[in-house]
Each structure stands twice: as C-alpha cells, then as structure tokens.
C-alpha cells in the first residue's frame, strides 16, 4: 500500500488509527490517570490552604537543585532515544546509564529536602498539616519516580544485550515518555509549591 | 442472509492469525485466560456472585426496618454473635447497609456490569480480534478477583467489616477507635478498593485503547453502536474518576496508619481531645463526589447503552437520533464531572456555591430526557418484538425516567436540604442507578447469552422474571418516597424511637416494603436457575437469533479465539438499518456495502459506494497491526 493510495482514502479515519501503536497508547492513557491523581491532590492542597489557618514556610533551597538534576537526566533521555533511533547503541547505553545515575541521585536529594524540613521540625505527622500535604506531594512523587527507575533499569539492561532492535527502540521510547512525564509533574508539582506555599 | 455472501467471496485466502490454531491448556483457556469473551464471562459469574450477597444482605437489613420485633433466632447460623437475643447487631445493621452499598455499587453494577459488557462486546461489535492487551485485561480480572476475597473475607472478621457507610465519611472511617467497623474492617475495605481502582483502570484503558485502535476496516466512530460509544464514555469517566478516589483513599490511609490529620480536626473522644489538628473532613468528601457522581454515571452508561441497542433491534426501527444519542452522552460525561457538590449542599457551602452546583447538576436533565426522548420515539410505531431483553430494556426507559424525576427535585438545593440523608434520596438512586442498571444488566444477559454460550435462555422464565422484578421494585422503591418526605432517615437502625410516635404510622408501609423486597428477592433465583440450566441445556442458538445488525452477530454461534474465522468483515453502514425502505430484508447487517442493497440506497448512499473498494483495501494495513 503506497503513501498516495492511503493518502486518497477519504474515511474517518481508519488509515490512521490502526497504524497506531496501542502500547503506547496506553501508557499515555495511565499517564491521564496518574495525572488525576496529583490534580486531585494539588486542588486539594488548594480546598484546604483556603479554609485558612495555614502555616506558611520557606521550601529547602535543595529542591532546586533536584529540579535541576531531574531536567539533566530527562534531557540524557531524550539524546538516548535519538541514539537508540540512529542504532547508535554506545551512545544508547551512555546515554541511558547517565539518565538512571541522575534519577537516582533525584530521589537522594528529595531524600535529603525530607531531612532539612525535619531539621525545621516539621514532619510528615503531628506538626503540621501544610508540612503534611508537602510530604504527601513530594514522596508520592517520588514513589513514582521509584517505578520511573525500575522501568528504566529494564531499558537500560536490555540496551546492554540489544537482542532485538524494534523491540528496543519501543521499549526506550516509552520507557522515554515516562520519564519525561514524570519530570514535567516534577516540574509542575515544584512550581505548585513554589507559589502556593 | 443472502445478502452477506456478496462479499464474503475472498475472504479466506488469507494465514492471517498464528494464534488461533494451537490448543490452550485448561487453566490458560478457563482461569488465566487473555480472551476477551472468557474474561467477560468471569465478570459476569463473579458480579452474579456479588449480586446474590448484597442482596442478602439487604433482605437482612429490610427484615429490621420492617419487622423490627421479629426474632432473628433463625439467622444465628449464618451470622453467629451478631444475633443477640434474637437481634440484629446495631452496628452489624450498618455494617451490612455498607457492604451492601460497597458491594452492588462496585463489585455488581461496575466490574459486573462494564466488566462484562465492554469485554465480551467492544472487540466483538467493532471488529477485532481481541482487546488491545489480552494481558492487562487479564490482570485486571485478577486484581477484580483479589480485591473480591478481601472484601469477602472482611465479612468474617470479628470486628466486622466497614461500616461507615459506602462512601466512608472520614472522622468516621479514619478513626479506628470510632466505631467497631473502622479498625480492620476499613483497613480491608481500602486495600480491596485500591485494587479494585488498578483494575478498573487496566480494564478501562484497555476498552478506550481498542475502541481507537482496532476497529475493523470501514467502521468509523459515526458507524460504531451505541453501545460501544457507551462503553467507551463510560471508560473515560472512569479514567478521569476513579485515580481521584485513590487519591482521596491514600490520604484516609495516611490518616489511619501514619497519624496525618488530612482529614482530621478537633476531635473529641469520650471528653478527651485527640491530638491531629488542621484537617478538612469536608475536603474528603469533595475528593469523594468527584468521583462519586462520575460513578453513579459509569453505572448507568453501560445500561443506557445496552438498552439503545436492544430496542432499536427488538423495535425493528433505526435508532431515533443517533447523533443526539451520542451527544448526550458526551454531555453526561462532560457535566457529570462538574456537579459532584449537590451531594454536599448540607455541609455548610457558601449558598451562592451551592446554586451554581445546582444550576449545573439541572443541566444534566437535559441530556438525560434527550435520551428518554429517544428511546421512545424508537419504540413508537415499532413492530415491537416483546423479547426478555426488550422487556428489561423498557422497564429500564421506565425506571430511568421516575428515578430522574426525583433528581431534579433533589437538585434544588432548597428542597435538597430537607431531604438529605432521607430515604427520599435512597428511592431516588435506587430507580435511576440501582434498579435501572440491573435492569440494563439483565436486558444485556437475555440479549447476548446466545453469542455467550451459543444457547437462548428460556422465554417464558425470562418473561415471569422480568414482571416479578419490574413491580417488585417499584413496590419496593416508590413508598421510600413518602416515607422520606415523613423524613425518615438513612442508615437508621431503628425509627420508631424517632418523633413521639409520629414514626408509627410508616411502620406498616416500611412492611410493605420488605415483603415486597424479599419476593423481587426471591424472584431472582427464576433468572439464576434459567441462566444456569441454559448454559447447558438451553435451546441452541442460531447464528443471529435477534437479527440484528451488528458484527457479533456475524461470527460464528460460539466465536473461537480471535472471534472470525476468516478475515474480519469490513464495515459500510450504521448499525440500525433496520425496515429499511426498498430492502427485501428487514434488516441490513453493518458489513453489507452499499453496492449490495442499490434498491433500498439513499442517494447519498449511492455516492459511498464508491468508497467501499477503499474500505476493501485497508485488509493489509488491518492484518498488519495484529502482528506486533
Ligand atoms: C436528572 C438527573 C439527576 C439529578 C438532577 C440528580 C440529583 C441528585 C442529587 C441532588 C443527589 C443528592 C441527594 C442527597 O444526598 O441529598 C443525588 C443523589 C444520588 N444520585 Fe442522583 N441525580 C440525577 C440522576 C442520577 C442518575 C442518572 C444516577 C445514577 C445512575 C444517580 C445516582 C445517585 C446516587 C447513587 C445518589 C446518592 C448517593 C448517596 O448519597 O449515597 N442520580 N442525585
Ligand atoms: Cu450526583
């Protein structure tokens, strides 16, 4: 079937849609859901801090620096999928090892943000509750980026052994959308806090 | 049938599928099965399953309300220690008015009812082989199955299970010490529904997946049957929805477990303050109703869905306004996320809120009475054929309609606040949601049981079971009416102590009711004892017993793995060219091209047919994306 052929076929859309692949399709589709469930946590964040009584602090300078490691690793990411694209497979796994190795060191330095507002005595239970509500965004952030990471050590792995190229390449594709996606609700949980303290 | 072997030259030249030759094991083929049908099935045994113990457990909970000096001696061996001296537990009493709740809301009317439907008919109606992941549909069976044993076992335990009520209010529900239901009960009831939500969620990107992705050749949205647009709206309401009662459950965990006071404030014990300060209990319940109301929708689009289909084919008349159909379900989808509020027009919102919530959740009539509008001007003039299924799916327009009445009563957020948590509500769900979903589910079973098990379930059962179900529930559900108005509340476990003996005079009407819920209770073992006597018994079906235009009906009686046996048919028409004008045939399937039926053409018809050589031509592009 030639491009032109398919090109004259005036349907709905058919042409389009079965050429589509449903994989990563669907992660877009958990993507959605998991998307609600932070939108549902920031308005509530929102529902509550309006009903007043809102003990406001400053955000340990260290999430800055998190942002700034995560945005590096998403951008390995995104020069691993080019490689993997061009069967560059060196880059690949450079590429690729870099972005683990960073989002790695993300998750220490949430870790280490934790114990600077512990520092400020502010814990997840019995301080406060706004203290409460930052714990709750960050940490279940984080417990995504957990599953990020797991779903990246696979690409990683399976980048060393590079046994069957297609395969690879929709595996790091999406393995790259995840890991985007969870850096642009980094980003958006970060400057939520940021202006919503 | 004549017309279907036009163009079925050609299509078994093709070694199309590797999949379907080789034998399955029994637990692949039965248990761990990836097809779509078999999961379906499992969906539909275990929602029966479900169906049977909230009913029971509501005829316990009716026998109180409508004999409250009975002896309930008798029920000692099932219920053990929550007999005492020949009554009901009062906290068991709420208790069971939570699992039943829990149960058919969840378990029945959404993993039951869409669990079965969307998987057996969405790759079915639209062509395809399968859904798009055999095995994600899988799992999310078994997370459906794992979350059903934990719910279960949460009955036996001593303490017994949740008891805060469905919706689980939180201080209630967060508060182990509250109330002997919100220790291990609860911790139960979240971990069921936490895998209850990651099942519903694989199940519905699953369905959303399919739909966009492998319909056959030809069957573009504007030619899918309403069900299928049902389905597919119903699936996206529980994408949006559902993550967000996640999110709502976690934090009532972190309250439970961790000691956050998300939704914990100023909370006084037996005289003694606890110490979590700061929370919103009125935040939890904002979480809740958004996905609550969706909920109530991802109920009953399934149903309305069905029923389109069902009268259409059994009215033997074009389904009235397709289009209108399929835009008020857009509509309901749409605005049922914005009016999640007019459950909580009690809980102290600023007024002016509480008129926009109601000038939305008005709204929502419109759309809904377009969809009764419809059903009805299908039927009108209709060579009505009186089948089982059709039965149902009218007493569903029936239902559907007295129960959305009271909708827009309790809409009014000033007339709301005299009936909130009265029974007038518990009548109001019952018909709209309750009932009218059964009614689709049943509508459903009679429907396709022949595509199922390859057998039609027996008629006449069908017929003494729908007349004993249909005035059942409206005995039982009409008198909840006035006794609401009288203000009866919910979740009591005794009125009578209520309002100096004013309560007294409902004492024989609430006994009416449970007689009447006991016999429409009763009546069901007609449809269990038809459904399972049919599977094996029942008289064999033919290919297309309804004739009915739709693409299940053009596999073979009991589809295989991979449902077609040769190439999937392409698609050349809507599904409800039913009595069309010209045709010999009062029925013209939806794989018929139009070259085939020149005598019935509409003009513009004539003008597609010109497309369908095209149509034909996408086989390689369709064969291809079942290779990856
Ligand atoms: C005309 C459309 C409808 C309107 C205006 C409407 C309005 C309402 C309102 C205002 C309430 C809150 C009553 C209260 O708690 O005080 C309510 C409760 C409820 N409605 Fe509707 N409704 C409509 C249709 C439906 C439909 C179609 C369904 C289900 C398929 C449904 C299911 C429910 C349920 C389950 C509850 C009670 C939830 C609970 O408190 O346990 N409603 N409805
Ligand atoms: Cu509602």
Redesign the pocket.
């Known amino acids: 079937m030639t491009q032109e052929h398919l090109a004259n076929i005036n349907l709905d859309e058919p042409e389009e849609t079965l050429s589509m692949n449903p994989k990563k399709f669907m992660l877009w589709l958990t993507i959605v859901s998991i998307l609600m469930m932070f939108a549902g946590w920031t308005s509530g964040y929102l529902v509550r801090k309006a009903e007043g009584r809102w003990h406001e602090f400053e955000m340990p300078i260290i999430f800055w620096y998190s942002t700034g490691i995560l945005l590096i690793s998403s951008i390995f990411m995104f020069f691993a999928v080019r490689a993997a694209k061009n069967n560059n497979f060196s880059t690949l796994k450079i590429a690729i090892s870099i972005t683990f190795v960073f989002g790695l060191g993300f998750l220490t330095t949430q870790v280490l943000g934790f114990s600077d507002l512990i520092k400020n005595q502010l814990y997840f239970a019995g301080s406060d509750v706004a203290a409460s509500w930052l714990y709750a965004l960050i940490g279940l952030h984080a417990a995504h980026v957990i599953s990020g990471l797991v779903v990246l050590l696979i690409s990683l792995i399976s980048s060393f052994r590079f046994t069957n190229e297609k395969k690879n390449l929709t595996r790091i594709q999406l393995c790259a959308t995840y890991w985007h996606f969870l850096d642009i609700l980094w980003l958006y949980l970060f400057l939520f806090l940021y202006f919503n303290r | 049938m004549a017309t279907e072997t036009l163009h079925a030259i050609d299509t078994h030249a093709h070694s199309h599928d590797e999949h379907e030759h080789h034998e399955l094991g029994f637990v692949q083929k039965y248990i761990f099965s990836e097809d779509h049908k078999t999961i379906a099935k499992q969906y539909l045994i275990s929602g029966i399953i479900w169906a049977f113990f909230g009913g029971a457990m509501s005829i316990i909970f009716r026998l109180q309300l409508g004999f409250p000096n009975m002896d309930l001696t008798w029920l000692k061996p099932v219920l053990g220690q929550w007999i005492v001296e020949g009554k009901l537990e009062k906290e068991f009493y709420l208790a069971l008015v939570t699992m039943h ?1 829990t149960i058919m ?1 969840f378990f029945v009317l959404t993993a039951g009812l869409s669990g079965t439907f969307s998987n057996f008919l969405i790759p079915l109606q639209i062509g395809a082989r399968d859904m798009a992941s055999g095995f994600i549909n899988m799992l999310s069976y078994w997370f459906f199955f794992v979350a059903s044993v934990i719910m279960f076992a949460s009955l036996f335990i001593e303490t017994g299970p949740a008891s805060g ?3 689980i209010y939180p201080p209630l529900s967060a508060l182990p010490q509250a109330m002997p239901g919100s220790g291990l009960g609860m911790t139960l009831w979240l971990s069921s529904m936490a895998l209850f939500i990651v099942s519903q969620l694989m199940g519905g990107i699953n369905y959303i997946c399919t739909i966009i992705n492998l319909r056959t050749r030809g069957m573009s949205f504007t030619k899918l049957p309403l069900t299928i647009w049902a389905f597919f709206f119903t699936a996206i309401l529980g994408l949006l929805s559902f993550p967000v009662l996640l999110s709502a459950a976690l934090l009532l965990i972190f309250d439970r477990s961790f000691g956050t006071s998300f939704y914990l404030s100023e909370i006084y014990i037996g005289g003694e303050a606890l110490p979590n300060v700061g929370g919103s209990a009125i935040l939890y319940q904002h979480l809740f109703w958004f996905l ?1 109301h969706p909920e ?2 991802i ?2 689009l399934p149903a309305l869905g069905i029923t389109s289909e069902i009268i259409a084919t059994n009215s033997r008349k074009p389904i009235f306004g397709y289009r209108a159909m399929i835009g008020s379900l857009m509509g309901i989808t749409l605005l049922a996320f914005i009016v999640w509020a ?2 909580m ?2 809980t102290g919102m600023n007024p002016f809120l509480g008129s926009v919530f109601m000038f939305l ?2 709204i ?2 419109v759309p ?1 009475a377009v969809k009764a509008f419809n059903y009805i001007t299908t039927l009108w003039r209709g060579n009505i054929i009186f089948t089982p299924a059709m039965l149902f799916s009218i007493g569903l327009v029936s239902l ?1 309609i007295s ?2 009445l009271t ?2 009563i ?2 009014n957020s000033a007339l ?1 606040i005299n ?3 009265t029974y007038f ?1 518990v009548a ?2 019952h018909l ?2 309750g009932a ?2 059964f009614f689709g589910l049943m509508a459903g079973v009679y429907h396709w049981f022949p595509k199922m098990f390859g057998r039609i379930m027996n008629k006449t059962a069908g017929y003494v079971h729908f007349w004993f179900t249909f005035v059942g529930v409206y005995c039982v559900f009409f008198p909840m009416h006035y006794i609401g108005l009288a203000g009866f509340p919910r979740r009591y476990y005794s009125f009578t102590a209520l309002g100096n003996g004013r309560m007294e005079a409902f004492v024989d009407m609430n006994m009416f009711i449970s007689i009447a819920a006991i016999i429409t209770f009763t009546a069901q073992a007609i449809f269990t004892v038809n459904f399972i006597y049919s599977i094996f018994k029942g008289k064999r079906a033919p290919q297309n017993p309804w004739s009915s235009n739709t693409l299940e009906w053009t596999t073979p009686v009991v589809p295989g793995h991979g449902n077609w046996e040769g190439e999937i048919p392409a698609v050349y028409r809507w599904p409800y060219d039913y009595s069309k004008p010209g045709s010999t045939t009062d029925f013209i399937p939806q794989n018929v091209p139009y070259s085939a039926t020149l005598e019935s053409n509409f003009p513009e018809e004539n003008e597609e047919i010109a497309k369908e050589k095209e149509i034909e031509g996408l086989l390689d592009i369709q064969n291809s994306s079942y290779n990856h």
């Open positions: 709740g809301v009520g469905w919706v609550g109530v929708y109920v009953l007019h459950h027009f009690v959740t008005l929502i009539a809904s559907f129960g959305g909708g827009i309790l809409g709301d009936l909130h948590d509500v109001h769900f709209v949601m009218a979903s």
